[in-house]
């Protein structure tokens, strides 16, 4: 019962702070409301056991993406306060909130209807989120999607540097460095 | 995962000390209002209108921190691997090299571009 | 708490491996360990780097100073608590608390020791034990980078942002250089967790069976924790304080602490994985067969501990700050890969090895030769990549009126030799009176 309770909180403070990683008026502050939903998965996957992707959740997107992201707001601006000139049109919030809405509907009903009223036990002696297992998993099961990552990451980068060195080349033709 | 409990208790020590130390520093100190102050510091000379907001950086920091997720997510496929290694022998270690060549090309392309100077 | 009491869930409440008057108290006793260690770690600190320097240090309050730094709390609390005009004021109070809680939080799952009996209670010497110790530890330290970025940005003005933005960038360059450094230690013991690493390592310590790995481990902590001579973040001369500039009071101090909490935490994460952890140091064992067990563990812990924060001190005091270019440099283009080749190395020999049933003396045969050919190619084309280069543009023309004013030549930047009647006299490049 109490997993559940633990489980249904994160879940608030999870659905709660990404509600206001979209209203919220201040760039920065999205960020961080950002890091609390990311969190709060995070508090999740180690509920159901799964402690080896919590912690790469922790590690890898609130140490690494989020971080990249604040980057990125500085790179460009960062203001303290309001950005009132970021303020979406009434039309616009209507799009998205009937986007938002129909993908969580889509979400929840095919997950409601896959595994209905089952019950997985978690096993706490030697749980399956136990790195030495997702090793398993990763270097004997599911080697292929494995090497296929490595060449996402190639993509990812490439991209990375080619926008980048277009950002900084500019300004040095006109001769300003 | 009753062994996250004691973290958590230990986690709760230490956000208490900071939130007494932060209420006791705003507590303790003396308030003698000063307009230069409360302005930033900038080495004594008036602050610039807008340090922040027009404010930009070099490309670079951004490059860095992809490069940091691209090395993390290495990082992070390198450590169950290694504690399954003793299983896998000498399959496990083709497949990882394979995986790091193909990092290493994209390593060796970033340090072509100069992706990995500051200047 | 009483929401983890319940009895009926597997894995919560009644199935607590330890009373919770235990876990509180250990828990309280980490946290103590980590403010004293702090306090001793700054008058060591001082008075260390003050003998290096011919100086004496500070030595009047209580014996031998050592309470200087208490009393230095006790100032910090008694100034006045600023927060800038311009600041955004959550995040502003916000950032030092960030800071502060992962610092202590990732202090969890360092061992001090094996079983112990405490009130007739057998238990380990850990506050917890993870199976993933390691990588919570690197996910901990990761949070505790926001305290620092939301600091500079938060204050609304110029340096403390440009500090922040270094030492963020500073710290992710070097966590994964530090992350890389593990997986050797990782694949010896076969496994994440801090105690069974410890286990592992009763025989020989991995910093000497892994001691590439050690070295690329200790180059990055001393990174990481954003210390001298990569202490870029605050560098006075650029930057004033860094992303801390504006802080004032204990907020100020509560950066302080984590800094050095920081400072003992990758030290005891570098006891643990590289240095035996709790066990006594070679030779000890032969002639005290007890020095592993009940208590006496804690002071080989801390001794090496106390070692490794020597050697931050001893560093500061010895080398000059890096440029931040040189900096970087070290870190993408030394540590990451070398480290990786290093841990291919050790995956091929520790294959080879059960693959053909090959004597651990070979192996750290092939490791030496490993460590020679590594650092050989690593050192070769940086080498090659930068003297070159830096030779021909050390002479540029001396431009009199550069900017508008006649400026003097700079080191390396010779006068250019003048001609007619009256340069012939002057041969001596001194400025003279008449020299107009």
């Known amino acids: 019962m109490t997993v559940e309770v633990l489980f249904g909180l994160l879940g608030v403070v999870a659905t709660g702070s990404a509600l206001l990683v979209v209203t919220t008026r201040q760039m920065v502050h999205a960020a961080l409301w950002l890091v609390v939903t990311l969190g709060a998965v995070a508090g999740c996957y180690l509920l159901l056991s799964a402690e080896f992707v919590a912690w790469v959740q922790v590690l890898i997107y609130i140490g690494a993406v989020v971080v990249l992201l604040l980057f990125g707001l500085m790179l460009t601006r960062a203001p303290i306060g309001a950005s009132v000139d970021l303020d979406a049109s009434m039309a616009q919030r209507l799009a998205a909130a009937v986007v938002a809405g129909a993908t969580a509907g889509v979400l929840v009903v095919s997950l409601v209807d896959a595994f209905r009223g089952e019950h997985i036990a978690l096993e706490t002696d030697r749980p399956r989120g136990h790195s030495s297992a997702v090793g398993a998993a990763l270097f004997r099961d599911w080697v292929l999607p494995f090497e296929v990552l490595s060449v996402l990451l190639l993509a990812a980068l490439v991209g990375a540097i080619v926008l980048s060195r277009r950002d900084v080349s500019e300004p040095a033709e006109r001769g300003v460095t | ?119 | 708490m009483s929401v983890f009491a319940s009895p009926d869930v597997p894995g919560f409440g009644s199935d607590l491996p330890i009373p919770w008057w235990l876990l509180l108290v250990k828990a309280v006793a980490i946290f103590v360990f980590l403010v004293v260690m702090t306090l001793f770690a700054i008058w060591w600190e001082r008075r260390v780097v003050a003998r290096m320097q011919h100086r004496i240090g500070p030595n009047r309050v209580g014996p031998f100073g050592l309470l200087q730094s208490l009393a230095d709390g006790v100032k910090l609390a008694l100034k006045e608590d600023i927060i800038p005009k311009a600041a955004d004021k959550v995040v502003f109070v916000l950032a030092p608390i960030i800071s502060v809680t992962p610092a202590f939080m990732a202090f969890a799952v360092i061992p001090f020791g094996p079983e112990v009996s405490i009130f007739g209670h057998r238990t380990a010497l850990q506050l917890t034990d993870l199976p993933v110790a390691v990588l919570y530890v690197l996910a901990v330290a990761s949070v505790g980078i926001y305290g620092i970025v939301l600091a500079g940005w938060s204050s609304g003005s110029t340096y403390p942002l440009l500090g922040g933005l270094r030492s963020s960038a500073q710290m992710i360059s070097y966590e994964v250089a530090m992350g890389l450094s593990f997986v050797g230690v990782f694949i010896y013991a076969g496994s994440m967790s801090t105690s069974q690493i410890v286990a592992a390592q009763t025989q020989y310590w991995y910093a000497i069976l892994l001691a590439p790995s050690f070295v690329i481990y200790v180059v990055s902590m001393v990174g990481e924790t954003n210390r001298a001579p990569f202490d870029l973040p605050e560098a006075e001369g650029e930057l004033v304080g860094g992303f801390h500039t504006e802080y004032s009071s204990l907020k100020f101090a509560l950066f302080f602490l984590a800094e050095y909490i920081n400072m003992v935490t990758v030290s005891a994460l570098a006891t643990t994985l590289f240095l035996g952890g709790w066990h006594a140091p070679f030779g000890v064992t032969s002639f005290w067969a007890g020095a592993n067990h009940g208590w006496w563990p804690i002071i080989w812990f801390v001794l090496k501990v106390l070692i490794a924060l020597f050697v931050f001190i001893w560093l500061r005091g010895t080398l000059p700050r890096l440029r931040y270019d040189q900096f970087m440099r070290l870190g993408w283009k030394v540590l990451i890969p070398s480290s990786l080749g290093w841990l291919l190395l050790v995956a091929t020999v520790r294959a080879v090895n059960a693959q053909y049933n090959l004597q651990s003396r070979d192996v750290l045969l092939y490791g030496g030769a490993g460590i020679v050919v590594i650092l050989l190619l690593t050192f070769i084309p940086d080498l090659l990549a930068t003297r070159p280069s830096e030779e021909p543009e050390g002479e540029p023309e001396w431009d009199a009126m550069a900017g508008g004013h006649p400026v003097p030549p700079m080191p390396g930047q010779s006068r250019p030799v003048l001609t007619g009647a009256r340069a012939s006299d002057d041969d001596d490049d001194l400025p003279t009176e008449d020299d107009t």
């Open chain 2, 1 to 119: 995962m009753t062994a996250y409990v004691p973290i958590i208790v230990l986690g709760a020590i230490a956000l208490g000390f900071a939130m007494f130390s932060i209420v006791a520093g705003a507590l303790t100190g003396p308030r003698r209002y000063n307009r230069a102050k409360l302005d930033a510091y900038e080495c004594g000379i008036e602050p610039t209108p807008q340090p922040v907001g027009g404010g930009r950086f070099p490309v670079k920091y951004y490059l860095t921190a992809m490069l940091f997720i691209i090395f993390d997510i290495e990082i992070v496929f390198l450590y169950p691997w290694a504690v399954y290694f003793d299983s896998l022998r000498i399959f496990g270690l083709v497949e990882m090299v394979l995986f790091i060549a193909t990092l290493l090309v994209v390593y060796a392309y970033v340090w072509r571009r100069g992706g990995l100077d500051w200047d």
